[in-house]
């Protein structure tokens, strides 16, 4: 098993920028982030693995960067340029053979 400490979630205008991080209790090869609006499905944001292979929805490339120190087992994701649309609950989730972990989730509010 693994625990995952999110931090980071806020309200925002838009254009502006926000870094969620991720702390997990051990080291996990792939780990990312999911966000869930209110009445839709919880959709995959991006992802990291240990080789540094990243993968992005379409909606947030370019804007959104997931990183990942590997010292202190922690995923951070960049979101700049954001919009009312990147308004959710940002889920971190971790990987273990095949069985999916999550955090607590942290809220992320884009509105002028």
């Known amino acids: 098993q693994v625990q995952l400490a999110e931090s980071g979630g806020g309200l925002k205008q838009p254009g502006e920028s926000l870094r969620l991080s991720c702390a997990a209790s051990r080291n996990i090869y792939t780990m990312g982030w999911y966000r869930q609006a209110p009445g839709k499905q919880r959709e995959l944001v991006a992802t990291?693995?240990?080789?540094?292979?990243?993968n992005y929805v379409q909606s947030v490339k370019g804007r959104f960067t997931i990183s990942k120190d590997y010292a202190k087992n922690t995923v951070y994701l960049q979101m700049n340029s954001l919009k009312p649309e990147d308004t959710a609950v940002y889920y971190c989730t971790a990987e273990i053979f095949g069985q999916p972990y999550w955090g607590q989730g942290t809220q992320v509010t884009v509105s002028s």
């Open positions: 990291i693995t240990n080789s540094g292979r990243t």
